[in-house]
């Protein structure tokens, strides 16, 4: 596998443990029926991540893989777009500015996996 593919292996992996680990140790923090929507998005997403994650060292080139990946790459793109602004409507400037740096590795993880072989 090459190293871009590891990099989104490693995104993917990052993720798929991340995530569901945030929310997890931030669970009582959760008081709205927007957020523990947005919750269980996110839940979703770090889910498919892992899957996708786990799938990429397995065979990085099986289409399920590939699919799964782009998929999971997919939803954590529109998360990061989208999560900063029910931060800031929630007056949580600090969180909402925290998505700027994820976007890029996010980014950059998308495009190698649009440009990787396959």
């Not at 798929?16 to 947005?38: C, K, N, Q, S």
């Not at 979703?44 to 782009?70: E, F, N, P, Q, Y």
Request: net charge neutral; aromatic share 8%; proline share 3%.
């Amino acid at each position: 596998m090459s190293a871009g593919l590891w990099y989104v292996a490693v995104v993917c992996l990052g993720g798929g443990v991340g995530i569901p680990a945030y929310w997890l140790a931030a669970a009582g923090t959760v008081d709205d029926a927007e957020m523990r929507f947005h919750v269980a998005a996110e839940v979703v997403t770090g889910l498919v991540l892992l899957a996708a994650g786990i799938g990429m060292v397995v065979d990085h080139r099986a289409r399920w893989s590939v699919a799964l990946s782009s998929l999971g790459l997919g939803l954590l793109l529109y998360a990061v777009i989208a999560s900063p602004g029910l931060y800031a409507a929630r007056g949580e400037r600090r969180m909402a500015l925290m998505f700027a740096p994820l976007a890029v590795f996010v980014g950059a993880a998308v495009i190698l996996r649009l440009v990787a072989e396959r």
